[in-house]
């Protein structure tokens, strides 16, 4: 019997197709990577000189998944990490629930625009995070480990935040940002996020000083200063001559806190240090000590320019500014160059005269107190010259006298005031004085001048704002709704009041929600606006007062 063979199913490739599927398969991944990118008509998978495969995409495929094979088998594990350490404990409580939900919502909005002039009765809740944080470190709660990451984004994308942001995240907010560089900013104050040592172990403190980064050394010298002061002026003069003058400039920024006479030595010498910007800065500081020799030889100088004017029947001042800035006067901080449009004469009596202690005005003018001497008629015009020296001065000597008699008396005008005319300076006064007496001021200027000059004055006001200041500028506002005002030019005013009105407010408010008829001689659309804004502030002051009582919970 004859037997035939039966065709089999697959096809036996021939020996030049297998040639070519071999030679394809030898080919480097690059290679096939530039096959892929550039299409194998133009770059077919074949070896330069060798045979084409006659399906080339397929064979380019086949190719392709036995290199990625090979790639991962090929592929040697990698060596384990060791394990972070856990994050230190945090024994503070956790937050009511509906604080922690509170939370979650704020940071999940912090995205969406904001900014004056904005439209809509929607409380702007970006705003509102300084505040809740404010509050919750108050009552000393902490952050819920799930809000860690996001809490940590928005202390990233806004500075002000930073400082409550990380207080409330805690040692678990600080460990945290050691695992990411985008919230490097959390560890200034220590390395990885540790704690800083022991400020009673003089060993750690003099290691982390002498081999920290910039961040931790001025993060240290600030602890050690609040502690101690003359231990953190001994620990900066240890390495002081061989420090950088950017690093020795911010150094010494850290000696304003706790600043007292056992500085002076250190101080007086740093005024011949080889920068001018460290020279100046310790100038400032000394002339903040009245006792110290530099505000004595200060006031030698200034005395001898500015004396009681005798030569008329009505007592006054006399002033003959500097004819000249001597080496010894450059030394003690006066800078010789006026800025662009100053005369040097003016410029160097006003450097002479802010760097002299209040007191002794008061002794040079027969014991007249200081809204007295304020008001004494000043010659030739230099009034002006002498009276925002002597601002600055109050400033930075922080009297609260001098102070109040240079903001005289609230409701006179502006460009008549015993001091000085710019609200800027102004400002610095305030903050010299009382919080209640401060929100007085305010509250009387308001009444007599209105909202346009006052945005910066009720910056310096504490939040909430009291009672008085409250009313004021409520009142405010509604006069200038009334009066048919330009509503966009309150826009600021508006977002203020949102955030440092007293939430007690919110029922006093609502009557001037509601919309008005439009006045003829009103900007078109501005009764739309007044009662937006005012439906805004009184649906923020209401959520306020729900923040603050879930975190009172």
Not at 25 to 37: I, K
Not at 42 to 48: K, L, Q, S, Y
Not at 369 to 391: G, K, N, R, S, Y
Not at 520 to 537: K, T
Request: net charge negative.
């Amino acid at each position: 019997m004859t037997h035939t063979t039966s065709p089999t199913a697959t096809t036996t490739p021939t020996s030049s197709s297998a040639s070519a599927s071999a030679s394809v398969d030898s080919l480097p991944w690059e290679e096939l990577v530039t096959s892929a990118l550039l299409g194998t008509d133009r770059r077919p998978p074949a070896p330069r000189g060798g045979p084409v495969p006659a399906d080339a995409p397929a064979a380019l495929l086949d190719a392709a998944a036995l290199h990625t094979v090979r790639r991962r088998a090929g592929l040697l594990p990698a060596v384990p990490e060791a394990r972070p350490e856990p994050a230190a404990p945090d024994p503070r409580p956790a937050l009511p629930e509906a604080a922690r939900h509170r939370l979650a919502h704020l940071l999940a909005d912090r995205s969406a625009p904001s900014g004056g002039g904005r439209r809509g009765t929607a409380p702007d809740l970006t705003e509102l995070i300084p505040q809740w944080l404010a509050i919750a470190n108050r009552r000393g709660f902490r952050a819920p480990p799930a809000l860690l990451p996001a809490l940590l984004d928005a202390a990233r994308a806004r500075t002000d935040l930073r400082p409550q942001a990380l207080a409330f995240a805690g040692p678990r907010g600080r460990w945290l940002a050691g695992l990411n560089p985008d919230w490097k900013f959390a560890l200034r104050g220590s390395a990885s996020g540790a704690p800083q040592p022991d400020l009673t172990d003089p060993d750690a403190v003099a290691r982390l000083w002498e081999e920290g980064l910039f961040a931790e050394r001025v993060a240290l010298l600030d602890a050690v200063r609040a502690q101690d002061p003359p231990a953190a002026l001994a620990l900066l003069a240890t390495t002081w001559p061989a420090e950088r003058a950017e690093d020795r400039l911010m150094f010494l920024d850290s000696l304003r806190s706790g600043l007292g006479g056992a500085d002076e030595p250190f101080l007086e010498q740093t005024l011949s240090d080889r920068s001018r910007n460290v020279r100046a800065t310790a100038a400032e500081l000394l002339s903040a000590l009245p006792e110290s020799a530099l505000a004595g030889r200060m006031a030698a100088r200034a005395l001898s320019c500015v004396h009681p004017d005798r030569t008329g029947a009505v007592a006054a001042i006399a002033v003959e500014a500097p004819h000249e800035c001597d080496a010894d006067m450059q030394r003690d901080g006066v800078m010789a160059v006026p800025p662009t449009g100053r005369g040097e004469r003016s410029w160097w009596l006003g450097q002479l005269v802010e760097a002299t202690p209040l007191g002794v005005w008061e002794e040079r003018f027969g014991g007249r107190p200081a809204d007295e001497i304020v008001a004494l008629p000043v010659a030739d015009d230099w009034a002006d010259e002498l009276h925002t020296a002597w601002c600055r001065a109050a400033v930075r000597q922080r009297n609260p006298r001098w102070s109040r008699a240079l903001l005289g008396r609230p409701s006179e005008p502006v460009a008549t005031g015993p001091g000085t005319a710019s609200i800027a300076e102004r400002s610095k006064l305030l903050a010299i004085l009382g919080e209640g007496e401060r929100a007085s001021w305010v509250a009387e200027f308001i009444a007599a001048h209105g909202l346009s000059e006052a945005f910066q004055l009720l910056g310096v006001c504490t939040v909430p704002w009291a009672g008085p200041l409250g009313r004021a500028v409520v009142d405010a506002l509604d006069i200038a709704r009334d009066g048919g005002s330009y509503p966009w030019s309150f826009s600021g005013v508006m977002g203020l009041a949102e955030r440092c009105l007293d939430p007690a407010e919110a029922d006093r408010l609502e009557v001037l929600t509601a919309a008005q008829d439009e006045q003829e001689d009103a900007s078109p659309g501005a009764g739309g606006y007044w009662s937006e804004a005012f439906q805004r502030l009184v649906s923020t002051l209401r959520l306020r007062a729900a923040m603050e009582a879930e975190l009172m919970a």
